[in-house]
């Protein structure tokens, strides 16, 4: 074990280009509850999260949109309760015309009981919303591979 423990995801920050419409995109089709925002200089940012616990920040300071060809953040995943929620969720984001990276539920690997949609935020930053039961018989895009690593 670590000198310094077991460590836990507390919360994960992206910039993005415009805070108001990435709040619309994570507020109103994943569900996420505004903690609070603010002000620092000329940028803003928000706290997002569920059942009052911070789950994202949102930081209005990026000039670009998401380069998947740079180092740093390869995708968000968000865990659903249930596979029912996952198709929710795609179509709600279907609805607000998210792109997705495949179409509709597919496994993370051939054979896996685990799967889910894959898609874009406004700003291009790739995000994963899956369940780890319940999309047996899936289709597999990327066989063996995890469908994860390259969207």
């Known amino acids: 074990m670590?000198?310094?423990g077991t460590l836990a995801t507390h919360h994960v920050g992206l910039n993005v280009t415009d805070l108001d419409r990435s709040l619309a995109f994570y507020g109103e089709v994943l569900g996420f509850e505004l903690l609070?925002?603010?002000?620092?200089?000329?940028?803003?940012?928000?706290?997002?999260?569920?059942?009052?616990?911070?789950?994202?920040?949102?930081?209005?300071?990026?000039?670009?949109?998401?380069?998947a060809g740079r180092a740093g953040l390869h995708h968000l995943a968000f865990e659903a309760l249930s596979l029912a929620h996952v198709r929710a969720a795609e179509a709600a984001l279907t609805a607000r015309?998210?792109?997705?990276?495949?179409?509709?539920?597919?496994?993370?690997?051939?054979g896996a009981a685990s799967g889910g949609i894959f898609f874009h935020d406004p700003d291009g930053t790739r995000l994963e919303i899956s369940v780890p039961h319940g999309a047996d018989g899936a289709p597999a895009p990327s066989g063996e591979a995890p469908t994860c690593g390259f969207f």
Do not use: K, M, N, P
Request: glycine fraction near 14%; charged fraction near 25%.
């Open 36 to 67: 609070g925002e603010g002000t620092e200089d000329t940028r803003r940012y928000a706290l997002l999260g569920q059942d009052g616990r911070l789950v994202l920040t949102l930081w209005q300071q990026a000039g670009e949109t998401f380069d």
């Open 97 to 110: 015309g998210a792109a997705f990276a495949h179409e509709g539920v597919v496994a993370h690997r051939e």
């Open 2 to 4: 670590s000198a310094i």
